[in-house]
C-alpha cells in the first residue's frame, strides 16, 4: 500500500514566523499536489510539481519536489492568520495515469495567530 | 470554478437505512471521484468513475455502491448505513481528461462536500 506521510499533523504558531510542511513516501510519485482546505468547504488545489527537484513559489509559498521524486516539501514564509487550514499533499503513482487515482497525506492543521 | 455542487449538504439518518449522496457537475468532465474525510485520514477514495456507467473501486469501497447513468451525475449509495460510515464526503472531477488517459497530473476539483451523520 502506497502512504503519504506528512508532518507535522498540527502546527500552531504566531503571525510573522515560518513554517515548514513534509511530505514522505517510500514510493515514486510522477507528480505530486498541494491543497488547501478552509472549514466546511472542499480542498482547492495550490500547485502541482512535477520534476524531481521542482520548486514553485506561489507569493509567500515554497514548494519543492524532492530529486527522488518521493517527497515535497511546502514552505511558508511570515505566516498570516488568513494562511489558517488545512493543507494536504497528494500524488499520482506512476502507472495511475489511466484512473488519476492520486494518494493523499493526513494533512497538516495550521493554525496562524494574531 | 469547476461547477462542482453537492447534495444534501447535511443529512442526519438512522442505522441501516439506505442513503444516496448526489454529485452534480456541469462542465463534462469524464473522471469524477467520490472520498470521505475523516480525521487523521485525509481523504480516501470510496469509488471513481471514468465514463458513464464505467466504475471502478477505491481503497475503502466496501458499503458503499456508486451509479453514473449521465456524464453530469455521479451517485454514492449507502445501501445501509452505518455509524461508522458518519464523515464528510467530497466529490471531485479530474481537471483533464481525453480518451480513456487522464493528464500525468490529474489535478483534481472538489465540491463543497455532504456532511453525512449515521445515528
Known amino acids: 500500500t502506497q502512504l503519504l506521510e506528512q508532518s507535522p499533523q498540527f502546527l500552531s504558531i504566531q503571525e510573522g514566523e515560518n513554517l515548514t510542511v513534509y511530505c514522505n513516501s517510500s514510493?515514486?510519485?510522477?507528480?505530486l499536489q498541494w491543497y488547501r482546505q478552509e472549514p466546511g468547504e472542499g480542498p482547492v488545489l495550490l500547485v502541482t510539481?512535477?520534476?524531481?527537484?521542482e520548486v514553485k513559489k506561489l507569493k509567500r509559498l515554497t514548494f519543492q519536489f524532492g530529486d527522488a521524486r518521493k517527497d515535497s516539501s511546502l514552505h511558508i514564509t511570515a505566516a498570516q492568520p488568513g494562511d489558517t487550514g488545512l493543507y494536504l499533499c497528494?500524488?499520482?503513482?506512476?502507472?495511475?495515469?489511466?484512473?488519476?487515482?492520486?494518494?493523499f497525506g493526513q494533512g497538516t492543521t495550521l493554525q496562524v495567530k494574531p | 470554478d469547476a461547477g462542482i455542487t453537492q447534495s444534501p449538504r447535511h443529512k442526519v439518518t438512522e442505522t441501516g437505512t439506505p442513503v444516496t449522496l448526489r454529485c452534480h457537475q456541469t462542465?463534462?468532465?469524464?473522471?469524477m471521484y467520490w472520498y470521505r474525510q475523516d480525521p487523521g485520514h485525509g481523504l480516501r477514495l470510496i469509488h471513481y468513475?471514468?465514463?458513464?456507467?464505467?466504475?471502478d473501486k477505491g481503497e475503502v469501497s466496501d458499503g458503499y455502491s456508486v451509479s453514473r447513468s449521465k456524464t453530469e451525475d455521479f451517485l454514492l449509495t449507502l445501501e445501509s448505513a452505518t455509524s461508522s460510515q458518519t464523515s464528510v464526503y467530497f466529490c471531485?472531477?479530474?481537471?483533464?481528461?481525453?480518451?480513456?488517459?487522464?493528464?500525468?497530473?490529474?489535478?483534481?476539483?472538489f465540491g463543497p462536500g455532504t456532511r453525512l451523520t449515521v445515528l
Open positions: 471531485a472531477i479530474s481537471a483533464r481528461g481525453t480518451g480513456r488517459q487522464v493528464s500525468s497530473y490529474n489535478e483534481q476539483f
Open positions: 514510493s515514486v510519485f510522477s507528480s
Open positions: 510539481v512535477v520534476t524531481g527537484g
Open positions: 497528494a500524488g499520482l503513482p506512476y502507472g495511475s495515469s489511466n484512473t488519476g487515482k492520486l494518494i
Open positions: 462542465e463534462n468532465h469524464r473522471y
Open positions: 468513475s471514468y465514463g458513464v456507467k464505467d466504475t
